[in-house]
């Protein structure tokens, strides 16, 4: 006696076809493999300040110049070491390209203060003033209460 | 004569059903793997090179930092000094500028000092929304 319900099994498949997931696996993988750039400097190891009112800078990143500056007072610029005295004419040609740029300095928080005072007045030479301390964004879980 | 008629029942091509586990495992190597570099930090304005501006002392909130950590505050006129420490800049601006919106802070740091303490007396100031600041060292 029939009830209604189904007597035949169905002979069409009920799994959703999974042939298409390879090319999507491969079609994210090509888009990140694409979009992916790769920093033209090696990355230094140095332990960055600190500092709270840490802000994320607007510029592009081709207006931005690494300027590192290790505790010993060596400064790099572009993977290069530069002597002091010669910062000045670094950066001078690469301000007259390019009068955005931003000289992004990134010193170890221990090195002396001299140093990052001797790269200001070499920057202020070039006439490359608009300058950005690297600091890490220092997030203060508890509030002193005075 | 049964060569011929015995079909080939295994199959003779790759098996790609593994296509998609390899496509992932490289997906997921990228994206653990992609570092993004940050650009960040505390901006400033350096005056020109042959810029002197002159300031009336009134208008001077000097910070001098010295090797140990230590701040000493002196307002323009007086010369009274106090010795305080980095997070307490914040709320010494705040009063100060609330007196006179012209102020100006001279952060002048020793030779020898460590660059954190300028940054925390930097951070200090922007913190507390000061944009008038000179960065000096001390002679």
Do not use: C
């Given at each position: ?74 400064v ?71 | 004569?049964?060569?011929?008629r ?22 997921i ?31 001077i ?7 140990n ?28 500028v ?42």
């Amino acid at each position: 006696m029939q009830q209604g319900g189904f007597k035949r099994k169905s002979k069409a498949a009920m799994d959703i076809p999974t042939s298409s997931l390879a090319d999507m696996a491969f079609l994210l993988l090509i888009f990140f493999m694409v979009s992916t750039t790769f920093p033209s400097e090696r990355p230094r190891r140095m332990t960055y300040p600190s500092a709270e009112a840490t802000e994320k800078l607007d510029a592009p990143r081709k207006d931005v110049l690494h300027l590192y500056l290790e505790r010993d007072g060596r400064v790099f610029i572009n993977d290069a070491s530069v002597m002091m005295e010669e910062v000045n004419n670094v950066v001078g040609p690469l301000y007259a390209e390019n009068r955005a740029l931003i000289v992004q300095i990134r010193a170890d928080e221990d090195v002396a203060y001299s140093y990052v005072d001797a790269i200001q007045k070499e920057l202020q030479q070039a006439n490359a003033v608009r300058v950005t301390f690297y600091t890490n964004l220092e997030r203060r879980i508890t509030r002193e209460r005075r | 004569m049964s060569m011929m008629r015995r079909r080939k029942k295994v199959s003779d091509e790759i098996p790609t059903a593994s296509m998609a586990d390899i496509a992932f495992l490289l997906l997921i190597f990228f994206l653990t793997t992609t570092v993004f570099d940050e650009e960040k930090g505390l901006s400033i304005v350096l005056p020109e090179a042959a810029e002197t501006i002159e300031v009336s002392q009134k208008n001077i909130l000097h910070l001098v930092i010295q090797e140990n950590g230590v701040i000493r505050v002196k307002r323009g006129e007086s010369p009274q000094e106090q010795m305080v420490q980095a997070s307490e800049i914040a709320s010494i601006w705040r009063l100060d500028v609330a007196q006179n919106e012209n102020l100006i802070a001279a952060v002048k740091t020793a030779p020898n000092a460590p660059y954190r303490l300028m940054i925390d007396v930097l951070d200090a100031l922007q913190s507390a929304g000061a944009n008038k600041i000179s960065l000096q060292i001390l002679e």
